[in-house]
């Protein structure tokens, strides 16, 4: 399906483009907003990530993955952000950008990341890998989930701790996590869903 949306897009349809946009603009969204916090900063870069895909569109591989491409686009467009702010960043921020920016910084690179966190994740226990999806990738506080969980706030920060202490120790970065929420947001939707035990 994404190889014929990519032909479809590189000829000029209008309506491939507008599919596009409807599959893809919440799951964009959603990753560009764990950097830009303003909701209108947020949709300025998430339109613009469209408007690049559009612009550039004949010069998509039909071979690569849609999601990558958009992938791709995503990192520019909030890299540019970033730099246009003109502020002064954060460690983690400067870490972003430098990663952002960093030849280096391949989709091989990213897949292999991305695929050891999964990994990661998949090690700890159901129940805790559900507390921490939750704040992570649904930004739930520790008071919602205490309460769709049935226990206190406390353990709740005590489980998401651990966690962050695991994936730390496996040389996992915050912002990591960012691009993981984006290409498993799907996967984790599912996780989420699972009954309570």
């Known amino acids: 399906m994404s190889t014929i949306l990519i032909t479809r897009l590189r000829d000029g349809d209008d309506s491939c483009f507008k ?20 909701q209108t900063d947020a949709e300025d870069i998430t339109q613009n ?3 690049h895909l559009w ?3 004949k010069k998509i ?7 990558s491409v958009l992938f791709k686009s995503c990192k520019q467009e909030i890299s540019k952000w970033y730099k246009k702010q003109n502020r002064i960043f954060s460690i983690e921020d400067s870490q972003l950008i430098k990663e952002l920016d960093s030849p280096e910084e ?16 998949q090690q700890i226990p159901e129940r805790r890998r559900k507390i921490f999806t939750l704040h992570k990738f649904d930004e739930m506080s520790y008071k919602e989930i205490a309460e769709e969980m049935g226990m206190s706030q406390t353990a ?3 489980q998401i701790s651990k966690t962050l202490q695991y994936l730390k120790k496996n ?4 912002h990591e996590l960012y691009w993981f929420a984006l290409v498993f947001i799907n996967h984790y939707q599912s996780i989420n869903s699972f009954h309570e035990f």
Do not use: G, M, W
């Not at 591989?61 to 999601?67: A, N, Q």
């Not at 040389?171 to 915050?174: H, L, W």
């Open 49 to 51: 990530v469209f408007i």
């Open 19 to 38: 599919d596009i946009y409807e599959l893809y603009h919440f799951k964009v969204f959603c990753f560009v907003k764990k950097y830009a916090a303003q």
């Open 61 to 67: 591989d039909p071979s690569v993955e849609l999601d």
């Open 55 to 57: 612009k550039y569109r």
């Open 171 to 174: 040389s996992v970065k915050n």
């Open 156 to 158: 709740v920060a005590n």
């Open 106 to 121: 391949t989709e091989i690179n990213i897949s292999s990341k991305l695929e050891k966190i999964e990994h990661l994740l």
